[in-house]
């Protein structure tokens, strides 16, 4: 099946997360640190143009929007990212749910839990989906998943 995968280009789906995702507070902060910070005079959109970001043939890596778990504990785990994310003018979503934020972003990346996940910019439906989100209201500062039934 994976060589049958394989050989029709379909890319193994962990690959295909890592090229969509940033996972975990050790790689979703060296990324926004090697992002250059946005200037006050920049752009006035609350995310960054996805056009701007991908430089071609170089390996500049720029994030759409960051995911927190609300529940992160201890907190001091993320409480940098905030800060960084808005230097960089990436928008920061929290996620919050009765099951458990970090298990939920878990479930979208295939593993345990997660408690940070960085959208990277790329041309997928993920970042159309984020940037509906995102310009629907600039402002997205929590958004609440429901319970699963």
Not at 14 to 39: A, H, Y
Not at 77 to 84: E, F
Request: with cysteine; net charge positive.
């Amino acid at each position: 099946i994976e060589s049958a995968k394989l050989s029709e280009g379909v890319l193994p789906e962990k690959i295909r997360i890592k090229k969509q995702f940033s996972i975990g507070v050790n790689e979703v902060t060296r990324i926004l640190e090697r992002m250059k910070p946005m200037s006050e005079s920049g752009s006035t959109s609350p995310q960054p143009a996805l056009d701007s970001c991908v430089k071609k043939g170089g390996s500049s890596v720029r994030l759409q929007a960051v995911i927190v778990a609300a529940d992160c504990n201890p907190r001091w785990l993320t409480k940098h990212i905030p800060s960084l994310a808005y230097s960089r003018k990436v928008p920061l979503i929290f996620v919050r749910d009765k099951k458990g934020g970090s298990l939920r972003l878990g479930e979208i990346v295939k593993m345990k839990t997660a408690i940070v996940i960085g959208v990277k910019v790329t041309d997928s439906g993920i970042n159309k989906l984020i940037g509906e989100i995102l310009n629907d209201n600039g402002n997205v500062v929590t958004v609440g998943i429901p319970e699963a039934e």
